[in-house]
């Protein structure tokens, strides 16, 4: 049905060739016609210059004493004339004269004195040419009355927003900030910091671009914003009128709404700071501060509120990946380029064990999954463990895998996951926890069987 | 060359520059100014006080690669104007009867035009674009500095519009 009613806005626009042809040709035909006012303005303009040029004729033929011609003075070197109020006139017989500047010998005015002091009209000056006075008040460079304003560059930026007097409409590459701008965001704005680091800028937020040495200071005035500061990058630095944000490596929103700042923690953690308080929320956590009051203490959140970012993310990230291809912090058996798990009698058929202290594995995701690729020769029972370093706690699923020569996936959410030591923590895996040790435990007892796996995922999922 | 590049010409005086972006939109706005009008010649006319308008503000246009959406929007001002002239003149007139209307067979369909006329401003703006100019959706959100879904939707309630109003003719 659509399609009838564009055809005929097809047939409609294009019964205007022959009107637009006309309009066309009668533009090229004719000399594009300056519009009145121009016109007006252009004779007006013609008009002073007559006035002027015959102003210049008349002072150049009166008999008084003129400048000589080839110099411009700066302020008057001889005696003055008797007439005390003639520099007034002659001043517009003077701008025409070509602008040669001899080297002057220094003046003995500038163009303002520095005290208007009331001078009687008819004495005469006390000191005309005095060489070495002109020192004092030769024209000194011109003082910055501003301090100079800090200047990035943003790598790019998408989205609409207004910047200063510049008005954003489409995606940018090195748009130059300077500390002072102030940032007005339409929809959603995306700056971009370097590879893995951006500031998404939600609706309707005004900003405060302060770019520094030390990298770049963001002052929310009214809205929110998301900071992803994965990658290295410029420091970014988040303060609103209740609080100061400092990042340390992390994902973060933070909301200012009302004299009152909400900080989310995504990933990692930051320290909220203002006269009252300090208080560092992590991963799945919020803290909410206010004009008259210290950080709250953190508080679990589900990061629902970031869902206005979620079209501007990626949908998911890799926390980490290892497919065996070299060797690295597990040990295993390499078999025909996947890793095979080793025997270990009595507790398992096979296992594989990987561990790195510093760095950790990675951190635990407020959603995530592990992926495992992988196949055995025969259906069992297996298990898959981590060790949560600062809650000193295994986390624990139990699966059961089926025997076949095609590689399976297998997807284990880390909400499924459960301590095994219920004493030392309860619950699910606290988000942000550093995981240092990770294995797969496959048979049990004195099961026999292999397990080759060809890789493993820990995806994390955006809120 | 490009539609920058033809702005960037015309904006140092090159005639032939904007000559020839006056040809790439006269259809556009002649189609803008005939729903407003009615009248194919008073259209041209509107349609030439555009371009004239056009030509002497181009140091004002800051995006040069939304000359359309520009030249539109002028375009709508100067039909504004048109009607406000029109319905002054026509209060201090006595009312006479008015010749029946003689268009000739090549005019556009006028009763379209009238149902684009009845659109808002910004929406004739987005039609005249796609179906005048034939720009892709994602091209005249990226003109527009608007998100993609709100042209297709825009696009789609006016062939909704156009449609209803179509057919109760």
Known sequence: MNDDVERKLEEFYRGFDESARRVEARWKAQPPARSRAALTGLALAGSAGVAAAILVLFWALRPEPAAQPGTLEIGERRPPPPLPHVAHPREPARRPEPPVVTPPPPSTETPKPPEPRPEKPDAPRPEEPKPPAPEAPKPEPPKPTTAERAVAVLRETEGTFDLGERQVRTRQKDLRVATGDILRSTTVAKLVLSEDRFVLVGPRSVIELRPDAEGLSLHLDQGELLAELVGPGPAVRVATRACEVKPLGTVFSVKSDKGRTSVTVEKGKVEVRNARGTSTPRAGELVVTSDDGAPSVPAPTDLKGHAWARTHRPPERVAYFEDFAKPGAWSGEVDKGVAKGLPAPGLCAARLDIGSERPPLFEAPVRGQIQIVYRTDRAAKMYVQFFASDVRTNFRKDVQVLRGSAWRTLALDLDEFTPTLRDRHSGKVPPGAPVTSFGIYYGEGEERGAIWVDSIRVVEVRP | ?169
Do not use: N
């Not at chain 2, 009248?39 to 004002?60: P, V």
């Open chain 2, 1 to 169: 060359m490009d539609e920058e590049g033809l702005v960037g010409a015309a904006r140092r005086g090159d005639r032939e520059a904007y000559g020839t972006l006056v040809g790439r939109y006269a259809r556009t706005v002649m189609a803008r100014a005939y729903a407003c009008t009615r009248e194919l010649s008073a259209a041209e006319d509107l349609a030439q006080e555009t371009f004239l308008r056009g030509w002497q503000g181009l140091a004002r246009l800051e995006d040069a690669r939304s000359f359309g959406s520009w030249i539109l929007t002028i375009g709508g001002f100067v039909c504004q104007e048109w009607v406000r002239r029109k319905q002054t003149a026509e209060k201090h007139r006595y009312p006479a009867a008015r010749p029946a209307a003689s268009r000739p067979a090549e005019e556009p369909d006028l009763p379209l035009a009238e149902a684009v006329a009845e659109l808002p401003a910004d929406v004739q703006q987005i039609l005249a674009l796609r179906h005048g100019a034939g720009r892709s959706c994602e091209e005249i959100a990226q003109e527009l500095g608007k998100p993609l879904g709100t042209v297709t939707k825009t696009l789609s309630r006016a062939y909704a519009h156009l449609r209803e109003r179509l057919v109760r003719r």
